[in-house]
């Protein structure tokens, strides 16, 4: 699957890799509703990690769709909490 | 739901909206081919922007740079003139200085980061804007209209993600350059209104007129000394103890002011 890290570019990603991904977004998720920045760090942090080590980057001219959608690495909690929300503040 | 999948159907949905807005299609892939390079040109103005704040803020670090050291040596030469006062106040305003460069160069670290970013953004972007413009011509040599049509929806498949994500990404660095200029132009306002220890770089301040005053001193002090002594010589001539080596008629100064014939 093709997993997208905002600002940063896709990496392909083995299927398997799902559900460790799934575990470390649902820290995130729940940090990010309990607005608790210290575990959001940590969780965040490992999730994108675990996605770049793990997955291949895409090429720079390859058009394909990603998968799922990661925030940016230098996005805190608030933002990334924004982002979430109805706000609609990724731009068409 | 996951953060992950949420993003990713907040994308799509992004994607979607764009694809809807199609009548023609062969001419959809050339609207959004257009629309590829005016992002295009946004995000190479954007690193221009970037870059245009870090050389102020590196300017700004320069000046700082060049007061502390102005700051530096009149400590140096109140201590050497004894004036311990003056000293302890030119190095406060030197740390107080210090603090200001070091904030100054986290700014400076940040701006080079959005840079990189941008820059890197940049490249993803051109080289996918140049694979769309590939799959574009194909489309449009290959198929009808009607054909195209089903041919669309993969032609824009990781390009209008590709610009939501370049978009978001130059809007967040505009916000972050934004509040670095506000602080980067209250800072060129403190130096200019001398109040953020730029009072060392006028003429007029008070450490460097002190330490002027204390140089002046010390001439008025030297030039004192040798009137006296000149004064106590001329007191042993008149007393007949002239110094051993000539006498005082020979040093009486021998020329008179001529008298010249002024031309009118």
Known sequence: MIIRIM??????????????????????????????????????????????????????????DSDLVLPPGDADLHEVAAMLGDSGLIPG | MSIMKRLGLIFRSKANTALDRAEDPRQTLDYSYQRQLELLQKVRRGVADVATSRKRVELQMNQLQQQGDKLQGQAQKALAAGREDLAREALTRRSALLTQTQDLETQHAQLQGEEEKLTLASQRLQAKVESFRTRKETIKATYTAAEAQTKIGEAFSGVSEEMSDVGLAVQRAEDKTASMQARAGAIDELMASGALDDASASPNSDIDRELAALSAGSDVDSELAAMKQQLGSAERQALGEAPAGGSAADQVPAEQPDEHTKEG
Do not use: C, I, K, P
């Open chain 1, 7 to 64: 600002a940063e570019g896709q990496y392909e990603v083995a299927d398997d890799e799902l559900e460790a991904l799934n575990v470390l977004d649902a820290e995130v998720e729940s940090a990010v509703l309990a607005d608790d920045a210290d575990a959001f760090g940590s969780a965040f942090t490992q999730l994108l990690d675990r996605v770049r080590s793990h997955g291949t980057a895409v090429a720079d001219d390859t058009l394909v």
